[in-house]
């Protein structure tokens, strides 16, 4: 092999390529937030970094050894780890509940409404004006914590996310309401959690999508982690999304193959809790390479993905099976070709309804029609989370790249928008404020950096 | 002069951040677009991460360490932006045509390219961190394990996993360069 050849300098070589500026905009934005954010008070005379360390060890350790007597004891009142009716599988591993990373912000187990979030239902909340859609109503005391989703369970409301210990590492968290209005702290893990979907209907559980990770409980005598098997290939799935079917549960993911990472499904039972790996057609593979987002429906569940061509909703009948895969005429104009060159779906509502980039596709009939979100000024360029209401949609996205707003769009056919401000009084942001939304008890609970809350009907935000 | 700047932004200065943001941002995003292969995610990923420094500053017990106790942060970022996004889209360039060298002084040809960055993308977010640590910013593995919080075993595991899955790339790619694409990218 000559020097030329030599991996090392090909992959060094490889890795010198690319961009090596931060844009201006970059900076603005981190100079907006600054000055409107505190710095956190250290407080304490510094301890020496190897001390500490050890005596985190210790305390883990410690910890440990508690979880483990405490788990021993519980496995020995509960008949086992395995909930009544579940068959046993190698591939459950018991899960300590409290965090195996100590940390200084996951100490206690319940966490407090904000000072400034009305703790009751504010009394104008059913008809809340446009210019209010959505009024925050919650948000942990610790604002590094951030939620990514949130469902429906038999008593109330399930949300996910992550928070911050001391060395700014994440690591996930669970939150239950009954109501909405008032959430308690009743999970923490080492991995930040993105989905949550409600287990199944005899007995209630909930399933937690972490990083890499799946796990199923239920809230009060905690989760197992759950390995998806890989029968035909090697290392370990990656899942990516979760879907409730009737008494089935639906995980989404990608495998690797011989080398190749495939789209894959698995299907759980409720009562048996073993997964299996669905006959997934090659097409899908060929189609749609990347996939990223599943939605439950009456009778099976949609897939939306992406390929170099165009976004791809996909289809899974439960009498059926697969149906034909459903190609959004999504045509971006290549101005500066250097993003992808599809659009990506970053709200899927339905295999009817589907949110690409900036713009709402709907289905009618066997055409797909495009609304842009917003209108002019008031475009919305990323929604983030979308609901098909009983009388239209909700969009909740920023608009603005360089000076991002939150805000909330509305429309009862896809055309005309009501678009307002999510956070009026907050100037300017820099993550999107909601990453998910249910509707519950006759309103739309939205989560992200808080809890929001607004009318489940659109025309109670039109003005 | 970073030292001054760091003390300065410690005691609530936010000009003086600003500054110190300035220096050291583009280092981030030369990181931080090398780990996540995407301009806009390793972007959102310093704003972050220079957000959160400022937040968490005072806990910086050694002024000349800003660099490294950010990068730490900024790691940590990447890998919550890209697991907040579920996926992470490749950057579609413009290549030249020829299966040969692109230009004088360039060894990597398109295959080349093409190969490690499907190798990449295949790899863990962990995994390209501690590629990009050891073969971009040239730390050794003693000094990627610091910066980035593991221990010294897993930095040396995770390089040579990675190391292994790029050379293999490159190695599949020498001896069957028509090899058929696998996944469209």
């Given amino acids: 092999m000559t020097a030329s050849r030599d991996p090392e300098r090909l992959i060094r070589a490889f890795l010198d390529e690319g961009p090596i500026e931060l844009p201006e905009r970059a900076y603005h934005a981190v100079r907006s937030t600054i000055d409107q954010t505190r710095q956190r008070a250290v407080v304490g005379p510094w301890r020496d970094t190897r001390m500490f360390n050890r005596a985190r060890y210790a305390l883990a350790g410690l910890a440990t050894l ?30 300590a509940n409290p965090s195996a990373t100590p ?59 992550s928070c911050r210990n001391p060395e700014a590492r994440r690591y996930g ?24 979907v409600s287990g199944n209907g005899d007995g209630g559980g909930v399933v937690l999508l972490g990083e890499f990770q799946l796990f199923r409980g239920d809230l009060s005598a905690g989760f197992e982690v759950e390995q998806l098997p890989n029968p035909h290939g090697r290392g370990s799935p990656i899942p990516i999304d979760i879907a409730h079917v009737g008494q089935n ?44 987002l599943m939605v439950a429906d009456e009778n099976g569940f949609v897939i939306a993905g992406a390929n170099p061509v165009a976004p791809v909703l996909w289809r899974y009948d439960l009498s059926s099976e697969w149906g034909v895969p459903d190609l959004i005429p999504f045509l971006r104009p290549c101005t500066d070709c250097s993003g992808p060159g599809t659009g990506e779906v970053t709200a899927l509502i339905d295999s009817e309804a589907a949110v690409v980039d900036d713009s709402l596709w709907v289905k009618v009939g066997d055409a797909w029609h495009v609304h842009t979100i917003g209108e002019e000024q008031h475009k919305i360029d990323d929604g983030n989370a979308a609901l098909r209401l009983e009388d239209g949609f909700i969009v909740t996205g920023i608009r603005g790249r360089t000076y991002p707003q939150d805000v909330v769009a509305t429309s009862t056919d896809g055309a005309e928008w009501a678009v307002t401000l999510l956070n009026p009084d907050a100037e300017r942001r820099i993550d999107p404020t909601i990453r998910a939304m249910v509707e519950f008890d006759g309103r739309v609970i939205a989560v992200g950096d808080g809890v929001f809350i607004g009318p489940a009907r659109v025309s109670d935000y039109v003005p | 002069m970073q030292r001054a700047l760091v003390d300065q932004a410690k005691r609530g200065d936010p000009e003086a951040f600003d500054a110190l943001a300035r220096m050291v941002g583009d280092r981030c ?47 940590n970022e990447c890998y919550a932006e890209a697991r907040r996004r579920r996926r992470i889209s490749v950057q579609l360039r413009v290549l030249p045509t020829s299966g040969g060298a692109a230009s004088t002084g360039d060894i990597l040809n398109v295959n080349d390219r093409d190969q490690l960055e499907r190798a990449l993308r295949r790899l863990t977010l962990e995994q390209r961190a501690v590629v990009v640590f050891h073969h971009y910013v040239g730390l050794s593995l003693d000094e990627i394990a610091s910066r980035l919080g593991i221990p010294l075993g897993t930095a040396k595991s995770r390089l040579h996993y990675a190391s292994n899955a790029l050379r293999a790339s490159l190695e599949a790619d020498a001896r069957a360069p028509s090899v058929s694409r696998e996944r469209p990218a």
């Fill in chain 1, 249 to 292: 549960l639906f995980v989404l993911g990608e495998t690797d193959v011989d080398g190749v990472w495939r789209p894959a499904v698995w299907v759980s039972s409720s009562s048996e809790g073993a997964w299996q790996l669905i006959n997934v057609p090659d097409e899908l593979a060929n189609i749609a390479p990347d996939v990223f």
């Fill in chain 2, 29 to 75: 995003m030369a990181i931080a677009y090398r780990i996540l292969r995407d301009a806009d995610l390793a972007e959102d990923a310093v704003q972050n991460a220079l957000i959160v420094a400022w937040r968490q500053l005072g806990a910086l017990r050694d002024e000349d360490r800003f660099e490294p106790w950010l990068h730490r942060i900024l790691t």
């Fill in chain 1, 173 to 196: 968290v669970a939150w239950h309401s009954e109501t909405g209005f008032e959430w308690r702290r009743v999970f923490e893990i080492y991995v930040e959690v993105l989905v949550a």
């Fill in chain 1, 66 to 95: 508690a979880v483990f007597v405490v788990g021993v004891g519980l496995f020995a009142q509960r008949g086992g780890l395995l909930a009544p009716g579940a068959s046993p599988s190698s591939t459950s591993t018991p899960l």
């Fill in chain 1, 103 to 161: 940390s200084a912000d996951a100490a206690g187990p319940t966490v407090r409404p904000s000072t400034d979030a009305a703790a009751t239902p504010p009394a104008s909340l059913t008809a809340t004006p446009a210019a209010a859609a959505m009024q925050p109503v919650w948000r942990a005391d610790d604002d590094t914590c951030t939620m990514n989703d949130v469902a429906v369970v038999d008593d109330g409301l399930v949300a996910v996310g």
